[in-house]
């Protein structure tokens, strides 16, 4: 078995039978990460940049030990500096350090659209780590993973996705990734924080937290960026936190078999609160395991395919 | 030296010609119209343009020559090269140089500039000083030094309150305001929003700043009585507030670009940054209100916004790329391909939009087919199919969504003070 696509740029166009070989493989690999001994050959003498034009900690981490784990030779390129600066452009940048001759990038850029340009201008396999407000396939693939690890299945399930959904990248690749697998697939946010047109992408679009608690099998809770919502999009992170935060109450009020996803880094008493981030109905550090079982899994599937 | 354009078909809407007629010019004046003598046959060059359309020179009131300030993209030279070279006898370009149109030196360092060219070069004034929409900028110094309208272009005019002035002001002139719509608190996006922009998670730009900029400005120039132009207008709605403020008599006028007439925001799927200018393509429901306008006169000229920029600049990635596309090389052949040939307008209307309609707008002088007149004409072959071909273009920049796009259309001379373009050639007259 081998995946269609040649790169992973987002969940849009990749098929049913794609999104299960790579979580189907990835179960092979979170196996690995239990043993005393985490590493594996397989991508020996493979070499992997990992080029993140924005910030990112966990992301970054987790591909990189993922890159490890399956032995490959690893380089990190981090800027915060683009283009608009004057000094060397993104493409003689990525012109050089293909130069070097390398197999794979990773990119996280804050520009949509970077990882598609990438492949125009790279013979490397390219895998997008998060691209502007488009999307971040290996977010939802291991919110997929983690899902179907806990619930066993994904088809049928209602999935909310909370939070500022306008500004994004993993609401999207859930979105896509999700409804491929045959959930269903809905978001609950202030109309603020919706994207123009949602709708037509077959997504319900609650403004009740409760009731989405009611209605769904799964609240996938993005995090709020606090520079850029309170004020435009919000009142105020208070007012946000008591009609949309995800608390013990509104749990335990409305359904008390939901499941709790975050991407993280939680801000807690804003998206969720403590109690919540810590408590039984979440699945918050199982899902950073998981990242690294998908990330091997995504990278051996590429990286081994030519 | 004499020249005869011989069998070629007039078609001067604003004259009401329209006939196939031999054409005697002599040192760049019209000498004679029809009836020309065998005696001035053998004593001339004769150019056989049977079949080919004679039109008053074209003219393109919205294009950027980035002269001075950024000469590595396009200078008044190589800007009125690629005029010249996509039918355009003369143009129109904005002040958001470095340093802006916004006093007498830069105007006439421009004129100087654009001297002795076969295309005449007329600078749009800034309506505020640096364009930063504080206080106005020296209009009648502007005025003087042959300034034909005025624009913050890039911008809108800030403040209600200043474009209430520049309005008033320019009535002195019976000059145009010619004003980029968009909102200065809802600007800023990369492109359309809409279904696309949500799918391709670019920050977007809703038409409705346009659409509140047009309905401020008519407003405005309703209540003062002044001469407003829309510039590059491209959503429904804005069409739908100039054909409803033209109908109640406000002195408005609008102009739209060949890519809001030909593409939509369906484009941006490829991240090209080619595609990205602003205002950005719309949907199609857009552009068919656009064609709309056009052929009901709600919108009364084609402008390029022709935006060179250096490759550097516009490779960049989708977020960091400057706005704008190249447009004066492509502009006639996507004009005759999109609303001719698909019988959207008359080849009679788009000179009309293309030629007439501009230099009444800015208060010039329309070329006259007369004898004793100076000769400022574009020849166009209208059955003409051609490929776009970016590396042949005059321009200095190279950033054209339309590379290798058959057209249909094309001007293959021009004419105008004294000088000819033919085949890739000047020669003087």
């Not at chain 1, 939901?258 to 810590?278: F, K, Q, T, W, Y």
Request: net charge negative; hydrophobic share 40%.
């Amino acid at each position: 078995m081998s995946l269609a696509i040649n790169h992973l740029l987002g969940l849009q166009n990749v098929s049913k039978n794609d999104i299960q070989l790579i979580l189907d493989t990835a179960v092979t690999f979170r196996e690995v990460l239990d043993r005393p001994i985490k590493k594996v050959p397989t991508l020996k003498g493979t070499t992997v940049v990992n080029l993140f034009y924005e910030n990112s900690t966990r992301t970054r981490l987790s591909f990189e030990l993922a890159e490890k784990r399956l032995s490959a030779d690893t380089l990190n390129f981090s800027t915060s500096t683009s283009s608009t600066k004057k000094g060397e452009t993104f493409k003689d940048t990525v012109r050089n350090i293909e130069a070097m001759k390398i197999d794979m990038i990773i990119v996280r850029h804050k520009s949509a659209g970077v990882p598609l340009y990438l492949t125009k201008i790279s013979n490397a396999s390219i895998i997008n780590a998060g691209d502007g407000q488009h999307e971040h396939p290996t977010q939802a693939l291991l919110d997929m993973y983690s899902i179907r690890e806990k619930l066993g299945k994904l088809k049928g399930l209602k999935i909310c996705i909370v939070g500022d959904i306008r500004h994004s990248r993993v609401a999207l690749s859930n979105i896509y990734g999700l409804k491929t697998m045959g959930a269903e697939v809905s978001v609950c946010a202030p109309p603020t924080m919706i994207p123009k047109n949602l709708e037509t992408f077959g997504v319900k679009v609650y403004t009740d937290i409760h009731k989405a608690t009611r209605e769904n099998d799964v609240l996938n809770v993005l995090r709020i960026q606090l520079e850029r919502n309170a004020g435009s999009s919000i009142p105020s992170l208070r007012e946000y936190h008591n009609y949309f935060g995800i608390t013990s109450e509104v749990i335990e009020k409305n359904n008390k078999d939901i499941l709790i996803l975050h991407p993280g880094p939680i801000n807690r008493g804003v998206e969720m609160s403590s109690e919540v981030a810590d408590g039984p109905y979440q699945i918050i550090l199982d899902q950073v395991t998981n990242g690294v079982a998908i990330r091997m899994a995504v990278l051996y599937l590429l990286g081994t395919k030519n | 030296m004499k020249i005869i354009l011989k069998e070629i078909t007039l078609l001067h809407p604003g004259q009401k010609i329209n006939e196939q007629k031999d054409l005697l010019i002599e040192n760049g004046i019209i000498k004679k119209i029809g009836n020309i003598s065998q005696n001035d046959f053998s004593s001339s060059e004769v150019f056989d343009f049977s079949g080919k359309y004679c039109v008053p020179g074209l003219f393109d009131m919205h294009v950027h020559l980035r002269e001075p300030g950024r000469e590595d993209a396009e200078t008044v030279l190589t800007g009125s090269n690629a005029a010249a070279a996509g039918g355009f006898t003369a143009v129109a370009c904005m002040p958001n140089t470095n340093p802006a149109i916004d006093s007498a030196e830069v105007a006439n360092f421009i004129k100087h500039r654009a001297e002795k060219h076969l295309v005449d070069v007329y600078p749009i004034g800034a309506v505020s000083k640096e364009r930063k929409g504080e206080s106005l900028a020296p209009i009648a110094e502007l005025v003087d030094a042959g300034a034909v309208g005025f624009s913050d272009d890039g911008v809108a005019v800030k403040t209600s309150a200043l474009v209430r002035s520049a309005l008033e002001y320019l009535k002195m002139y019976n000059l145009p305001l010619m004003e980029h719509c968009e909102d200065e608190s809802l600007a800023g996006g990369a492109m359309n929003e809409g279904t696309i922009s949500t799918e391709l998670g670019l920050p977007a730009l809703a038409t409705v700043a346009e659409d509140l900029t047009v309905a401020r400005d008519i407003l405005i120039a309703e209540y003062v009585g002044g001469k407003i132009h829309i510039q590059h207008i491209s959503s429904k709605k804005s069409v739908e507030l100039v054909r409803e403020a033209k109908t109640r008599g406000v002195n408005i006028t609008a102009e739209v670009t060949p890519h809001h007439f030909t593409l939509t925001d369906e484009e941006l799927r490829t991240y090209d940054t080619n595609y990205k200018m602003n205002p950005p393509l719309r949907t199609q429901e857009d552009v068919d209100a656009i064609i709309e306008g056009l052929k009901d006169g709600t919108i009364d000229c084609i402008a390029s916004d022709h935006a060179p920029h250096a490759i550097e600049d516009k490779e960049a990635e989708f977020i960091d790329a400057p706005n704008g596309i190249l447009g004066l090389e492509t502009q006639l052949g996507l004009a005759i391909s999109e609303l001719v040939k698909k019988k959207h307008l008359t080849l009679e209307q788009l000179i009309e939009k293309l030629s007439i309609n501009p230099r009444k707008i800015l208060n010039l002088q329309v070329p006259l087919f007369k004898e004793g007149e100076k000769a400022n004409l574009t020849i166009i072959d209208t059955e003409l199919i051609w490929t776009v071909d970016k590396n042949k273009f005059k321009s200095k920049s190279r950033n054209t969504p339309f590379d290798k796009r058959l057209l249909t259309g094309k001007a293959v001379a021009v004419i105008n003070n004294g000088k000819m373009l033919i085949d890739d050639e000047y020669r003087n007259l």
